[in-house]
Structures are given as C-alpha cells and as structure tokens.
C-alpha cells in the first residue's frame, strides 16, 4: 500500500467527471488499498479516487468514531438509489479543500447502491454522517466540490484563497 498525493483545489481535475470503473482488477484493488491508506494518513473519513488523480468511480469511506477501530468501506460505481425528504446540516471539510469548513445541508438518508471488491452488487441505506460522507464523495465523482453547495460569495472566496495560494506556491 502507498500514501499518495492529493489533488488540491484549484486543481482542475477535480471538476472531472469519473468514469465507470468496469471490471474489478488487482489494480483496482490496489487502488482501494492505496486509497484507504492515503484517506487514513491524512487523516479523512473519505475519499473519492479523482482526490489522487485518477478519474473512476471509486470512493472509500470509514466514519467509525471509536479510536483504534477501522471500518473501512469501499464503494464501486456508486449510485444513490434513493434519498429522504429530510435533511440534515452538518459542517463538512473536505481533503482536497484544507483547512476549510462550512455547512452543507444534504438529504440525512440515502439508499445507495454499488459493487464491492469482490464485484459483487450491493445496496446500503445509510443516515446521518454516513450518508453525508457518501454522498460527499459520490459528489466528487461528478466534479462537484461541497463548496458548490454553500453561497456564492463564500465560494468564490474559497476559490480565490487557494487560487492565490497555489499560484504563491509555484512561484
């Protein structure tokens, strides 16, 4: 397994969108791995492949909370199925964004519906952060940051902010 560099926004990568991983290979397997490893040394609670530089509908995900517990979960081509009426706020971050948070109202369960590792389909129903997680990630394989879902004049901040970053750091 590897810790891989992640792709930093105002990388345009990240508004690709990801296609169909198609059958499941040792290297997608090595790239799950890889990806749980990079997500873990960050430290995240997910992360979508396109955050490392490859374009596949793949994300992993652990939202366990107890310390020294991991639950990893790997999601292939994921669709949400499903998603309730009800929402719920919660205070997102994301590994691609550093250091930045905001508020992100999304549905509070999805049903979602993927291949596992094995190759075999499944579906989940997921609540609380677990969808919020989810969905988060499924987000990024459409090219869609969760700064999309906060105003305008807040995103447009954010984009700048790290716009001038990127540019003092190639400097």
């Not at 639950?71 to 669709?79: A, E, H, N, Y």
């Not at 519906?113 to 988060?136: K, N, W």
């Not at 999309?148 to 970053?165: E, G, Y």
């Amino acid at each position: 397994m590897a810790i891989l560099p992640l792709v930093i926004l105002p990388d345009q990568r990240l508004r690709l969108v990801s296609e169909p991983v198609g059958s499941v290979t040792a290297e997608i397997r090595r790239l799950a791995d890889d990806m749980l490893e990079t997500m873990y040394d960050a430290p995240g609670i997910g992360l979508a492949a396109i955050q490392i530089g490859v374009a596949k509908r793949l994300i992993t995900v652990d939202t366990s909370k107890e310390e020294n517990v991991r639950r990893p979960q790997v999601f292939i081509d994921p669709v949400i199925t499903w998603a309730s009426e009800e929402t719920r706020g919660y205070d997102e971050g994301c590994l691609s964004i550093p250091d930045y948070y905001a508020e992100v109202t999304r549905p509070d369960r999805v049903r979602v519906r993927f291949r596992d590792l094995d190759g075999a389909e499944r579906e989940i129903e997921a609540d609380g952060l677990l969808a919020t997680c989810i969905q988060h990630e499924i987000d990024h394989l459409d090219g869609v940051l969760f700064v999309d879902h906060i105003s305008k004049l807040k995103r447009d901040r954010v984009m700048k902010k790290f716009a001038k970053a990127a540019k003092r750091d190639a400097a």
